[in-house]
């Protein structure tokens, strides 16, 4: 493992409590950094946090990202916690069920752009004026593939993804002489519990497009957030990083 150095930094991972939240945690704090898993799961966030503890000081918030003031609490005891916030990585999402547009059940479109894209906002909402307060943040935001292709059978994953990539370019820019950093991630599927919501036929045909023939890995995902989230990503801002087994063209 290469190391990356986040030694004196607190972090807040969304979703932090397993997948790809609790590998970008892991990797977090073997870097050096404090880091809070914000989760709605309670039970998860504290088997997280009994294995993680060992690795450095870990905070657990349960929060609703769908929820502006359980997000603004989350926010005020992770900086009481830590005396300071220097990190957002943007990870909690789901994938929803999947079926036609036309056929889609309207709840479950709202649900995961509730989570999906209002989650972020309301986290960056929450967290971006401690940074500005520090004078640095990271901000890295976990999109997808889907958000720019687009998905069959799955356009209100997609269409929260691709939202969330506009946001993130958005949010490069209004912070752009600030030294707070946003960037997005866009992996083809990773392997993890979220396969479990998908069809066999959906997973087969997202296979099929990554021509290295394979799922990608948790730790690999972390690997990417690790650097995005450190001072030795200095002069991008608003980008796309593709995780994607050479799936992605542009």
Same mark, same amino acid.
């Given at each position: 493992?290469?190391?990356?150095?986040?030694?004196?930094?607190?972090?807040?991972?969304?979703?932090?409590?397993?997948?790809?939240?609790?590998?970008?945690?892991?990797?977090?704090?073997?870097?050096?950094?404090?880091?809070?898993?914000?989760?709605?799961?309670?039970?998860?966030?504290?088997?997280?946090?009994?294995?993680?503890? !060992?690795?450095?000081?870990?905070?657990? *918030? /349960? &929060?609703?990202?769908?929820?502006? @003031?359980?997000?603004?609490?989350? #926010?005020? =005891?992770?900086?009481?916690?830590?005396?300071?916030?220097?990190?957002?990585?943007?990870?909690?999402?789901?994938?929803?069920?999947?079926?036609?547009?036309?056929?889609?059940?309207?709840?479950?479109?709202?649900?995961?752009?509730?989570?999906?894209?209002?989650?972020?906002?309301?986290?960056?909402?929450?967290?971006?004026?401690?940074?500005?307060?520090?004078?640095?943040?990271?901000?890295?935001?976990?999109?997808?593939?889907?958000?720019?292709?687009?998905?069959?059978?799955? !356009?209100?994953?997609?269409?929260?993804? *691709? /939202? &969330?990539?506009?946001?993130?370019? @958005?949010?490069?820019?209004?912070? #752009?002489? =600030?030294?707070?950093?946003?960037?997005?991630?866009?992996?083809?599927?990773?392997?993890?519990?979220?396969?479990?919501?998908?069809?066999?036929?959906?997973?087969?045909?997202?296979?099929?497009?990554?021509?290295?023939?394979?799922?990608?890995?948790?730790?690999?995902?972390?690997?990417?957030?690790?650097?995005?989230?450190?001072?030795?990503?200095?002069?991008?801002?608003?980008?796309?990083?593709?995780?994607?087994?050479?799936?992605?063209?542009?």
């Amino acid at each position: 493992m290469n190391q990356i150095d986040l030694k004196n930094r607190a972090a807040i991972v969304t979703g932090g409590a397993r997948g790809i939240g609790h590998a970008i945690a892991t990797r977090l704090l073997q870097s050096g950094a404090s880091v809070a898993l914000w989760d709605r799961d309670e039970k998860a966030l504290a088997e997280a946090k009994a294995e993680l503890g !060992a690795l450095g000081a870990v905070h657990t *918030a /349960a &929060v609703d990202v769908t929820d502006l @003031s359980s997000v603004q609490n989350a #926010a005020a =005891s992770t900086a009481a916690a830590f005396g300071k916030i220097d990190i957002l990585v943007n990870n909690a999402g789901i994938a929803g069920t999947n079926s036609k547009t036309w056929e889609a059940d309207p709840a479950d479109w709202r649900r995961v752009i509730d989570i999906n894209l209002n989650g972020p906002f309301h986290c960056c909402h929450a967290v971006i004026p401690h940074l500005l307060k520090n004078g640095y943040g990271r901000i890295v935001n976990i999109a997808s593939i889907a958000g720019k292709e687009g998905n069959p059978n799955a !356009a209100h994953y997609s269409a929260s993804k *691709a /939202a &969330v990539i506009a946001l993130t370019k @958005s949010l490069g820019k209004e912070l #752009a002489t =600030s030294n707070v950093i946003v960037n997005c991630v866009t992996p083809a599927v990773i392997e993890t519990d979220i396969l479990q919501q998908l069809t066999q036929q959906h997973i087969d045909y997202m296979l099929s497009k990554i021509p290295m023939s394979r799922f990608g890995k948790k730790e690999e995902a972390a690997a990417l957030v690790a650097w995005l989230s450190s001072e030795d990503c200095s002069f991008t801002t608003g980008a796309v990083f593709d995780l994607s087994g050479g799936r992605a063209t542009y």
